[in-house]
């Protein structure tokens, strides 16, 4: 199920350019490429957070964190809305939802042409 609705939701209401970007290209990916060997959305090793997003099939999400001590937890949810409201408490000892986290370092890292193949 891609995440069309969301994506109407936001429009007009993009803090930044980055936060556009982001959302034009992955509701692309999702309405137009499959991805059954993932797309990596964001490694660990490009934030100070290790944070990880893979994008599995179509609209589905896995987030973890590449932290010792940490690598065991991941979040998995079966949509881009539900990813965004991940809590990442078990990853940054925090609350903050994905979307939050992902607007506090303004989507920098995020990676678009990444496959796990």
Same mark, same amino acid.
């Given at each position: 199920?891609?995440?069309?609705?969301?994506?109407?939701?936001?429009?007009?209401?993009?803090?930044? &350019?980055?936060?556009?970007?982001?959302?034009?290209?992955?509701?692309?990916?999702?309405?137009?490429?499959?991805?059954?060997?993932?797309?990596?959305?964001?490694?660990?090793?490009? *934030?100070?957070?290790?944070?990880?997003?893979? $994008?599995?099939?179509?609209?589905?999400?896995?987030?973890?964190?590449?932290?010792?001590? $940490? @690598?065991?937890?991941?979040?998995?949810?079966?949509?881009?809305?539900? &990813?965004?409201?991940?809590?990442?408490?078990?990853?940054?000892? @925090?609350?903050?939802?994905?979307?939050?986290?992902? @607007?506090?370092? *303004?989507?920098?890292?995020? $990676?678009?042409?990444? @496959?796990?193949?």
């Amino acid at each position: 199920m891609c995440d069309k609705e969301l994506y109407e939701e936001m429009q007009g209401h993009f803090l930044t &350019a980055e936060e556009e970007t982001f959302f034009d290209t992955i509701i692309y990916k999702e309405l137009n490429e499959f991805a059954p060997s993932f797309d990596v959305i964001m490694l660990e090793d490009d *934030n100070a957070d290790s944070i990880y997003i893979v $994008r599995c099939y179509y609209a589905e999400y896995k987030i973890g964190c590449g932290k010792e001590g $940490r @690598r065991d937890s991941s979040e998995y949810a079966l949509s881009l809305k539900d &990813a965004l409201e991940v809590d990442m408490f078990q990853f940054l000892d @925090r609350h903050i939802s994905l979307k939050d986290w992902l @607007r506090s370092i *303004n989507y920098e890292g995020i $990676r678009y042409d990444r @496959r796990a193949e």
